[in-house]
Antibody, heavy 118, light 110 residues
């Protein structure tokens, strides 16, 4: 059973950089899947942030592309998210998820709340 | 504002059937059969319930079914049970932004 677990600071200052890591267990990050980040602002719906393949190929949401970087560490079986120049609008629960095929997220982490505040 | 439009809430009594709609555009739901549905109990990981419009992953109850007509996809739940009470999200491939989601629908089992 594949499991994903997000980790990282729960509080980030405005204009700072948000950094999260997703540890994958029960399966290899080098499998034929795409590894994704999704977020949910308080009281709002889900927003796709971006994805990465084991090769390092990435795709990002155009609305966030200028501030987002997703990377993969195959030696640690994990992938990471960095979001720069954050504002209060970036306050959200951040989820990592595996996509087994186009727009199909079959495994998710439990999510981690990141608050942007001074 | 989410890219896909869902009703904020729906409700039904145990044993009844309900339907949740998910309306998109020709850039997503209307053109591609890559619509999925997720069940989310707060504090837990979302769970995939339907993918490719109407396919059920192994282990998901046959009480859950999906369909699509034009720009609108639907999730139907029959024989409502107390444990079905959760938030439900639709998602779709989008030619504009790869993946779009709905705003979520809170299902209340009365």
């Amino acid at each position: 059973q594949v499991q994903l677990q997000e980790s990282g600071p729960g509080l980030v200052k405005p204009s700072g950089t948000l950094s999260l890591t997703c540890a994958v267990s029960g399966g290899s990050i080098s499998s034929t899947n795409w590894w994704n980040w999704v977020r949910q602002p308080p009281g709002k719906g889900l927003e796709w942030i971006g994805e990465i393949y084991q090769s390092g190929t990435t795709n990002y949401n155009p609305s966030l592309k200028s501030r987002v970087t997703i990377s993969v560490d195959k030696s640690k079986n994990q992938f990471s998210l960095t979001l720069s120049s954050v504002t209060a609008a970036d306050t959200a629960v951040y989820y990592c998820a595996r996509a087994s095929q186009v727009a199909v997220f079959d495994y998710w982490g439990q999510g981690t709340l990141v608050t942007v505040s001074s | 504002q989410s890219a896909l439009t869902q009703p904020a809430s729906v409700s039904g009594s145990p044993g009844q059937s309900i339907t949740i709609s998910c309306t998109g555009t020709s850039s997503d739901v209307g053109t591609y059969n890559y619509v999925s549905w997720y069940q989310h109990h707060p504090g837990k990981a979302p769970k995939l319930m339907i993918y490719d419009v109407s396919k059920r992953p192994s282990g998901v109850s046959t009480r859950f079914s999906g369909s699509k007509s034009g720009n609108t996809a639907s999730l139907a739940i029959s024989g409502l049970q107390a444990e079905d009470e959760a938030d439900y999200y639709c998602g779709s491939y989008s030619s504009i932004s790869d993946v779009v989601f709905g705003g979520g629908t809170k299902l209340t089992v009365l």
